[in-house]
């Protein structure tokens, strides 16, 4: 590890102090590229076994979504997460630079979903480089459907910076897209580079050498946006993660109204007191809309829907065969057909197929073969 970091703290200077130009997009392509390597080094474990979490830190995927509360210590995630769930996990009213030492899992249902809660232990700058505990904070965290940054509203600018840094050597990309990018590797015919619009930063050049520094001299590049050498590089590696995130922003009883109103006005961010439980309902109705569940109302035949307990899918599968799926997987091989009642059809009780997309609040009744 310590040749890496060697590297690392060779690459990352020279990086600083050149100049952003034309002329040197291509060098500074190379040295993200060769960075990027020399990160992915330092976060996975030897032995091709996998590694995982660790101890303390492998928390069971169950429920409708996982929430990462990931912030630098005594910022009161533990506060925060024991006053939204429930749950309590070790708070101390001093600074402590490792108050929560492993993963706190907690639950809070909310519109009929069933979202966990986990309180990760702080982050410090350098975790990225496995100082503390961050590598296996950052890794449980690339798990999550949405990542809560907690932030002292005191200083919120640096330590975003800092945390933001963290996440993205680890291959966490945050409030993004992936790279709108076609790849496709092949065995031989070199680097064919297509680009559907214009392009100031990625030449075919500099998309050779990137690609040549992960050992790829035969492939079909697209590109079909303005893409930079960080979306290259991110697509080479093929490890990347784009994960919403909320900035909260802590003890806004320690500032004015003035800076309150100030704050507001910050994208992504959601002000509040976790002492004093202020703003939560705020917070829980952002969090709502940024995992973008969809909730379907089943319907026994003859009965009225049950509104009680709807399934919940992400938005990104809503399909009526995703929704049979969840439901248990042999229910897709006796199915028939669905009867559907909301949005997504033209009229209400309407027949559809497996391939039928559901929207929120639809309500559903399948038929069996």
Same mark, same amino acid.
Request: net charge positive; glycine share 8%.
């Given at each position: ?113 069933? +979202?966990? /809660?986990?309180?990760? =232990?702080?982050? &410090?700058?350098?975790? $990225?480089?496995? *100082? @503390? ?38 291959? +966490?990309? /945050?409030?993004?897209? =992936?790279?709108? &990018?076609?790849?496709? $590797?092949?065995? *031989? @015919? ?180």
């Amino acid at each position: 590890m310590s040749s890496t970091l060697a590297k690392i703290a060779e690459i990352e200077p020279e990086m600083a102090w050149t100049q952003k130009n034309k002329a040197t997009a291509h060098h500074l392509g190379l040295l993200k590229a060769r960075l990027a390597k020399l990160h992915r080094e330092l976060i996975t474990p030897k032995g091709g076994g996998g590694g995982g979490p660790g101890e303390g830190f492998d928390v069971a995927k169950t429920g409708d979504a996982r929430i990462g509360f990931v912030g630098f210590p005594s910022v009161e995630k533990s506060t925060l997460l024991s006053n939204l769930a429930g749950v309590y996990s070790e708070v101390a009213a001093y600074v402590h630079e490792f108050t929560t030492l492993t993963t706190v899992p907690g639950v809070i249902r909310y519109k009929g979903a069933k +979202i966990k /809660l986990l309180d990760l =232990p702080g982050i &410090i700058e350098g975790a $990225k480089d496995g *100082k @503390g505990r961050g590598r296996q904070v950052i890794a449980v965290a690339r798990t999550c459907n949405l990542i809560l940054i907690v932030l002292d509203v005191l200083k919120p600018l640096g330590h975003k910076k800092i945390i933001k840094n963290e996440l993205e050597a680890f291959g +966490i990309r /945050l409030n993004s897209k =992936p790279p709108n &990018i076609g790849f496709k $590797k092949k065995d *031989k @015919g070199g680097i064919n580079l297509t680009a559907t619009c214009p392009r100031r930063e990625l030449d075919a050049e500099t998309v050779k050498s990137i690609l040549a520094e992960y050992k790829i001299h035969n492939a079909d590049v697209t590109l079909r946006s303005d893409a930079t050498a960080d979306d290259l590089i991110d697509v080479a590696e093929g490890n990347r993660v784009c994960i919403p995130c909320i900035y909260v922003l802590n003890k806004i009883d320690q500032i004015s109204i003035e800076e309150l109103v100030i704050i507001y006005k910050v994208p992504h961010c959601v002000p509040t007191s976790a002492h004093h439980r202020w703003n939560f309902d705020d917070l829980l109705e952002k969090i709502w809309d940024y995992l973008k569940l969809v909730r379907i109302y089943t319907k026994p035949k003859g009965q009225l829907p049950d509104y009680t307990s709807p399934v919940v899918l992400p938005y990104s599968r809503t399909t009526v065969e995703d929704f049979c799926m969840k439901i248990h997987k042999n229910l897709i091989k006796e199915f028939k057909y669905a009867l559907v009642w909301g949005l997504s059809v033209k009229h209400n009780l309407q027949k559809v197929g497996k391939d039928h997309t559901l929207e929120d609040e639809d309500v559903i009744q399948i038929v069996k073969k």
